[in-house]
């Protein structure tokens, strides 16, 4: 590899990964060291695949794979897992740190606590390393607008958002929270970006999603007659393509104006009798009735499905509901005006592309049709286009 910026970036086998990843190499230069959870190279070839083929087909995959380099290992394991040659490889050439990887687990504290915590830490100590080395140009920090806890109404601007004293929703949120601090109190010197999406849910550009948890509970909910809350509410939703812009854009920046931005629909975040408005003008759904002396039961109804033993489609739904429905209801958004301000675009409106979601999500069963990396050969007649999907179809 040569001497262009290389950012060790992790969590690119991820959804919100994908999108930084496509960004970065369709329209920058840059080169990434990827750390991703793998036997060897060949299966971290194989993993990223299954991430990107929702942007690009495997002759543009194969065009950019001499910009990647791959490096087996895990979050939680000691040194991250990296071997010797590829830690002292990062060392040596890593210009920044990009960090996403992350447990979403809302419910389970341990994992939680080892893949967010412990691994958060481990990107730290290799981060001074590279500190140390040769000065580091940025650590960013994808994190999350549930660092701002339990909320009732609010319109939060980042530097508002964490309070110490304030209950969490979930150990997702809690862990999340204190990697920000972990992240300000051990690289004190290098500069730092916090980047935090809202509820990220599908592209604006194309139908296809391959993450389906908050897509099934809004799929539910556009079919119940009946909705158990208040159609007021507002529900900070951000369309994908547009986090993963504003991840690559603002990491790649020299001087990003800010250190915390969130990446979120904001002021312009719709009440919830919104959507379901452009769900019906679309011809998905009937006008629901709004319910909201009905919160309390349906919160009871899911809590307890959530509990229980078996696993069916009742008690998906149940555990989705128990950690989502405050999101959902807590009438709380984030104000973007700095993102906005900083890559010059605002995210689309949900409601503009929410019924193709709808459509995509049911077609597939809420499971994205991972297809198999086809041979090097058998592309190679194929000419890369290096055209974004999203541009294509547009
Ligand atoms: N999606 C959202 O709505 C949303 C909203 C707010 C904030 N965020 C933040 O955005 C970031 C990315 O989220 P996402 O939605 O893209 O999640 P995702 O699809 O679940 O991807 C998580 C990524 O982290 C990697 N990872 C997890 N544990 C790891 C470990 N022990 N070692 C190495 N890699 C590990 C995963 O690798 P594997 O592919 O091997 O599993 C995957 O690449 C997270 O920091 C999350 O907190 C997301």
């Known amino acids: 590899m040569t001497k262009k910026k290389a950012i060790f970036l992790t969590g690119a086998t991820g959804y919100l990964g994908s999108y930084v990843a496509d960004v970065m190499l369709r329209e920058t230069d840059v080169e990434l060291l990827l750390l991703t959870r793998a036997r060897d190279r060949q299966q971290a070839v194989e993993r990223f695949w299954q991430a990107m083929q929702m942007h690009m087909d495997a002759a543009t995959y194969y065009s950019f794979l001499d910009r990647v380099r ?38 389970s504290e341990k994992t939680c606590l080892n893949h967010n915590l412990r691994g958060t830490l481990a990107v730290i100590k290799l981060s001074r390393e590279i500190q140390d080395d040769h000065g580091l140009r940025r650590f960013s920090h994808v994190s999350t607008v549930a660092v701002a806890g ?33 992240v300000r109190e051990l690289l004190p010197e290098v500069p730092k970006t916090f980047l935090r999406p809202s509820i990220v849910m599908g592209d604006s550009r194309f139908a296809e999603t391959s993450q389906f948890d908050m897509v099934r509970a809004f799929c539910v909910l556009v079919d119940l007659p009946i909705l158990p809350f208040s159609g007021e509410s507002r529900v900070d939703i951000v369309n994908a393509d ?14 990003p104006k800010y250190d915390i931005y969130h990446l979120s629909s904001g002021a312009a975040s719709h009440r919830i009798h919104e959507i379901a408005r452009a769900l019906v003008a679309s011809g998905k759904r009937r006008p629901p009735r709004f319910v909201p002396a009905l919160e309390g039961s349906f919160e009871k109804v899911m809590d307890q499905l959530a509990g229980m033993k078996a696993k069916n ?57 991972v297809l198999p990396l086809p041979s090097r050969e058998s592309v190679a007649k194929t000419p890369a286009p290096n055209v974004s999907r999203g541009v294509a179809s547009a």
């Open 70 to 107: 791959f490096m087996p290992g895990d979050l939680t394991a000691p040194g991250l897992g990296l071997s010797a040659e590829d830690r002292a490889f990062v060392v040596k050439n890593a210009d920044s740190v990009l960090h996403m990887a992350a447990s979403l687990n809302r419910k």
């Open 150 to 182: 339990q909320r009732d109404s609010e319109t939060l601007r980042e530097d508002d958002a964490i309070e110490w004293d304030r209950s969490d929703y979930d150990p997702y949120g809690r862990t999340k929270k204190f990697c920000e601090h972990m």
């Open 242 to 255: 547009w986090v993963g812009r504003a991840i690559s854009e603002i990491h790649l920046k020299d001087a």
């Open 313 to 369: 489609a009742a008690t998906l739904v149940g555990s989705l509901f128990k950690v989502f429905l405050p999101y959902i209801t807590y009438d709380t958004v984030f104000l973007n005006d700095r993102a906005v301000e900083e890559i010059g675009l605002a995210p689309t409106p949900f409601i503009q592309y929410a019924a193709r979601l709808y459509d995509y999500a049911k077609s597939v069963n809420y499971e994205y049709p």
